[in-house]
């Protein structure tokens, strides 16, 4: 009789001793289960936050200091560089504009405002003279041009000798000439300064950069 006792309380022990295994292992799932939730959502949620405001951190420095610090000022703004441009190419079209009828002061006026108006660019706006003009006036020419900006060549800001702000910039000029009914077209380009004037962009100086395509419409063959 004694064994069936002792075989029933050993049966208990060890359902005891099962129970107790089982919710051990039950609270150690739910607290690790606790723990995983709670450190995901508690490091998402800060790591979000952190992040957003690193990154409203970093772009508010950039957009700060970017123009103070970050780059340098450019020695000229873009749209001024468009004014320069615009002055350049009105000018150098219009140099080669002309007909037989032109007179040289009317003719001149328009363009001189475009420069610095000193002696150089006095003189150098002019009609054509000599036999040309002879020639011109004879075959009763006409003169039409378009000029555009190719690329600048220098931006400067001459502080040593206050000179000022200067841009040069290599201008390509292509003229149709007619005379005695013949026609011709040539294209050259020219380096073309401009000068900052008290807040205006005159035209300062040129020079012939290349021989270009003379003559490229008639003697395409040549």
């Known amino acids: 009789m004694e064994l069936p006792a002792e075989n029933k309380r050993t049966g208990l022990l060890a359902l005891a001793v099962l129970g107790v295994l089982l919710a051990a292992v039950l609270t150690v799932f ?13 490091e998402s949620a800060p790591a979000a936050t952190a992040g ?18 970050g780059a340098a000022t450019p020695i000229v703004a873009l749209s001024e560089v468009a004014d320069a441009h615009s002055v350049m190419t009105k000018y150098m079209a219009g140099l080669s504009t002309y007909d037989h009828t032109s007179r040289a002061s009317a003719w001149g ?14 003189q150098v706006t002019a009609l054509p003279s000599g036999k040309e003009w002879a020639t011109c006036r004879a075959g009763q020419c006409s003169s039409k041009a378009t000029a555009v900006v190719e690329r ?17 910039s290599l201008v390509k000029v ?3 000439r007619s005379v005695g009914g013949e026609e011709s077209t040539e294209s050259n ?5 401009a000068k900052d004037e008290g807040g205006q962009w005159l035209v300062s100086g040129f020079d ?7 003559g490229a419409s008639d003697e395409s063959g040549e």
Request: proline letters at 3%; a negative charge; aromatic letters at 4%.
């Open 109 to 122: 006026a328009p363009l001189l405002l475009l420069t610095t108006e000193d002696t150089q660019m006095k």
């Open 30 to 42: 739910t607290v690790f289960d606790g723990d995983d939730g709670s450190g995901d959502g508690g």
């Open 208 to 214: 012939v950069f290349g021989l270009g395509d003379v």
């Open 52 to 69: 957003g405001q690193n990154g409203a951190g970093a772009d508010s420095g950039s957009d700060t200091d970017e123009p103070s610090g």
């Open 174 to 176: 292509t003229v149709t």
């Open 152 to 168: 600048d060549a220098v931006i400067s800001d001459d502080l040593v000798r206050g000179s000022g702000r200067t841009i040069s």
């Open 189 to 193: 380009q020219w380096l073309v300064t």
